[in-house]
């Protein structure tokens, strides 16, 4: 009761501090409107995110798969302009946490629809957010792939682990570095958790398992790549990327 209270009023700050408009056309109401959601560049013909040959549902292809630990990389829409770039800027920079909820259920529409294509022989077990360093979310209040992660989880009813891979350590954003620079970057950087609870425990979830990364947008992919290395080299049995979109 109390904690209901807290949340009206709180929504109720919220809403006159930061009323919350359209960021495609400024209509009242909500962050995408109807109209401008129907703007945005969903990706129908999936490709493999390497060499960007088509491929069935965002898997790489056989040349460059066996590049990869990640099996592939389903993204949701292309990233020129418009309301999505908007949205995922203001989520990401401005802190609008808010924006969160509807980026999430853009994601899980796609998902659903690719698996619906795979007749849902695919079946993941689990949610993995893209961690960030313990600074970086200190900083931004929350991370922001986790919270996709977790609309994710609720609509598809996919359990979501969010302690079982950590990132210990603190790197320069991937967007201000070149490719070269970017893998170097991150060499190292995630590891499976095995600080406070024990580390078997964290083995022994992931073992053969069947896990969706998700984040916000992907750049090379390297990030992703990374997450799924770690998860593979400890057991995971396929690892699958979902993001927003594909920045440059
Ligand atoms: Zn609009
Ligand atoms: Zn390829």
């Known amino acids: 009761m109390l904690k209901d209270i807290y949340i009206i009023l709180r929504n109720f700050l919220f809403d006159l501090l930061f009323p919350c408009c359209c960021l495609g056309c400024g209509a009242e109401g909500s962050w995408i409107c109807q109209q401008c959601l129907k703007t945005i560049d969903i990706i129908k013909q999936p490709f493999c995110s390497e060499c960007r040959r ?41 802190f609008v946490f808010d924006i969160g909820e509807i980026l999430g259920k853009i994601i899980n529409g796609k998902l659903n629809y690719e698996l619906g294509i795979m007749n849902h022989e695919l079946k993941f077990d689990m949610v993995v957010p ?47 570095l070149d490719r070269d620079r970017r893998l170097e970057n991150l060499k190292d950087v995630f590891e499976i958790n095995n600080v406070g609870i024990d580390s078997y425990q964290s083995l022994r979830t992931i073992q053969n398992k069947n896990i969706l990364l998700v984040d916000d947008i992907t750049t090379t992919g390297a990030t992703l790549e990374e997450c799924a290395k770690v998860l593979k080299i400890n057991g995971a049995k396929s690892v699958w990327a979902i993001v927003l979109a594909k920045g440059k």
């Not at 900083?139 to 079982?164: D, P, T, Y």
Request: positive net charge.
């Open 130 to 176: 893209v961690p960030l360093h313990k600074k970086r979310k200190a900083w931004r209040g929350f991370n922001q792939s986790e919270v996709l992660g977790k609309v994710i989880a609720k609509k598809s009813n996919i359990k979501i682990e969010k302690k079982i891979l950590v990132r210990n350590k603190y790197t320069t954003p991937q967007m201000e």
């Open 54 to 94: 088509s491929t069935s549902y965002g898997e790489f292809c056989d040349r460059c798969k066996k590049d990869f630990a990640l099996d592939g990389i389903f993204i949701c829409a292309n990233f020129n302009e418009g309301v999505l770039k908007e949205a995922i800027h203001q989520y990401k920079y401005s």
